[in-house]
């Protein structure tokens, strides 16, 4: 971990696992890198369809303050959610977006943005679209170097269903590669 607090936003629509996702994160640092993490959540009441969004804060020290405030990185898988969430963002941040899903990109951003078509990869990986929300958690890692990967591998094979432990590391893989041979477009 490369900051000694890190606040991450990951966010989309209901049934996009935005949840898990941040549930996975928070596990992997707290149970398998020993740091100090808080993972909260908030969804509309459609559910499925609807704004979703899990926060995760991973310290060293104790956490202060329960809320993620100014996210070091936000994942928008949804047009809705960047719209609703890229103004937290500071210089320093990362917006990392699906670049199928979210077209307009906030003007005159002084972050770095990465556009990433994980939908498509998934479809691509796995064959599902299910798994996009593990593939952008590879991503996210990947850039913020969050906690180990050994970690995040351990927490993921403790929460995806029996029987799609294969699939899903692929995907985690997958993610921490479209990072690793990003070219700005």
Known sequence: MKKDV??????????????????????????????HALQSQSYGPEARGGASKSEVIISHEDIQYPRVTRPNLLLALSQRACDAYHSDLLEDSFLL??????????K???????????????KEITGREITTNIIALGAVNQVLEAVTFESL????????PKGT?????????????????????
């Open 108 to 122: 005159g951003a002084k972050y770095k943005i990465y556009k990433i078509p994980f939908c498509k990869i998934a």
């Open 153 to 160: 591998e351990k927490a993921l094979l403790k929460r995806v």
């Open 165 to 185: 432990e294969e699939m899903n590391l692929k995907s985690l893989y997958a993610g921490a590669d479209a990072i690793k041979n990003y070219k700005d477009k």
């Open 6 to 35: 890190l606040e991450i936003r990951l966010s989309g629509t209901g049934g996009q696992g935005m949840i898990l996702a941040g549930i996975i994160l928070g596990e992997a640092a707290a149970i398998y890198d020993d740091l």
């Open 97 to 106: 977006v699906d670049s199928i899903r979210v077209k307009k990109l906030p």
